[in-house]
């Protein structure tokens, strides 16, 4: 059998940490094949050139999620619903496509217990896909961002939204930065005044982006409440991923034994 190549497909995609993360689990559970980056342009030849290249599988991130859902034959009954895929697999000539994004994020969460109501800061795409699972799963989602437009789907979909101007303070259990306020940057996701009326009231803070302390991390250890940033998102997303790719030959705990080494190297 030929060694199975996957690949990240995005734009940018050099910094990206899946190529690590997959190739250390590949090694440590000694699977043949081997996972690369491919910086795609236009988005509209993702299929082409995931057929051309020969690829098993892929992930697809920033900005070719929809184009993604658009280039599957088959798709798991949740990307369905989002329309929003960051993973693909070929099976006997059709492409498979599922979201573990928001899985991941469900389970980085799991740990802070009695939560019940969620704030989310920012309304992008990864905020739709995560937004939909949570409330699935039977959290109230509310939804704040900067600009209406954005909002507009969510309020059509039944969520609760609000800009910054019509803001009414409620207690939330949980609040979570889904912005890139703070990735390159050190601005706050929303005015001071609304985070100082949410945090002290929270059980706990989460940011999705990693690898740095973001302002609204900082922001919420100064009040001593419990946070996590959002590797463990990317660790578990990449985890489900991994089992697609492997069709469920290893366990969770097996892959997360190798593939975390990628956040301590
Ligand atoms: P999008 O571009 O789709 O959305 C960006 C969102 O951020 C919008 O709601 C936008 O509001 C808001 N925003 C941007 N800058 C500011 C600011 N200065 N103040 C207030 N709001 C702001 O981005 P994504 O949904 O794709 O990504 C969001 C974040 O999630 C990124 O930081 C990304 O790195 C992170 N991420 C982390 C992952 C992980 O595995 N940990 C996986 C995927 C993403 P507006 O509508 O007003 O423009």
Redesign the pocket.
Known sequence: MNKEIFAIFGNPVSHSKSPLMHNLAFKGLGHDACYTRYLLTDGSQLKEKFLSLGLKGMNIT?PHKEEAFKACDELDAFAQKIGVVNTIVEREGKLYGYNT?AL?FLKAIAEFKNIKTVLFL??????QATSTLLRDEGYEVTLL???K??LEKYKANGFETFTFETFKPKTYDLVIN????G?EDE?L??PIEILDCVIPKAKACVD???GKETPFLKLAKSYHKPTKD?SD??LY?GIIAFEHFTEYKYSFDEIKGFMQRAFVL
């Open positions: 920033v994004d991941g920012g309304a992008g795409g990864t905020a961002n900067r600009s437009e954005r889904m912005t890139s306020a990735l601005n996701p929303a999705v982006i990693y959002g998102m990317l997303q």
